[in-house]
């Protein structure tokens, strides 16, 4: 059998375990941790639902939903969408998914939600990546993006086949001027001052896995263990 037949079989493989216990997993990291990378892993890798509480709102917007409405409101005034409208948006989605397993990302995001969440669904894990802050300052350094897609790329580890251009449609990349190094740290204070407590509420509930290190490739496997030591509890 080549490696190729033997990864999918092993995709399918975990994609079934999955389905046979299910598991609610929350994913929590700053901006440049490496969060959607190792989230589309597990999507791949063993089949979960991702749920992006961005991608959430951005949809309803865009099909001018009641949420919609109501979360275009705080996006245009340049305020976070209120904790009310998000915990009704996201409930709402989990609704229809209570047979699956999930990845949430993005939310809870505070305390008050968290609460919120756990009178519904019980999470399995709650996986904190913790990359050092000189290193997550070296990465959005070089970080370019696509503005008509948003396609997301990075010298390191994602370069663009041609330097400075668009894999896909050829155009010039740019890096957003709120990248700067200043700015960033900035954002990662005001991060830290939010989701410390959370990461507190949910480590006294035992729940709470801290991944460290400064690879993505070297995090990814310890994730992948965890997920599978708890696919294999009864």
């Known amino acids: 059998m080549n490696k190729m037949a033997a990864r999918a079989i092993a995709i399918c493989v975990n994609k079934m375990s999955a389905l046979c216990r299910i598991i609610r997993v ?23 639902l991702h749920l992006s509480s961005g991608d959430l709102i951005r949809a309803q917007i865009a099909k001018a939903s009641e949420f919609g409405r109501e979360a275009e409101c705080f996006v245009q005034q340049g305020h976070l969408v209120s904790d009310d409208l998000v915990v009704k948006l996201v409930l709402n989605e989990l609704e229809g998914n209570r047979e699956r397993s999930w990845l949430l990302d993005g939310f809870p995001r505070t305390v008050q939600q968290a609460k919120k969440l756990d009178a519904h669904y019980d999470l399995t894990s709650v996986f904190h990546l913790n990359v050092p802050t000189e290193e997550i300052l070296r990465r959005i350094a070089e970080r370019w993006i696509h503005p008509g897609s948003g396609r997301v790329y990075n010298l390191s580890y994602n370069p663009p086949k041609i330097h400075g251009r668009d894999d896909v449609t050829g155009e010039r990349l740019e890096q ?49 263990k965890c997920i599978r030591d708890s696919l294999l509890q009864k």
């Open 176 to 224: 957003r001027e709120d990248d700067s190094r200043e700015t960033v740290l900035q954002r990662l204070r005001g991060y830290d001052a939010v989701t410390a407590p959370l990461l507190d509420y949910y480590s006294k509930r035992k729940l709470l896995v801290t991944f460290t290190g400064v690879e993505t490739d070297v995090i990814w496997p310890q994730v992948e």
């Open 26 to 48: 929350l994913i929590v990291g700053v901006p440049g941790s490496g969060k959607g990378t190792i989230a589309s892993r597990i999507v791949q890798s063993f089949g979960l």
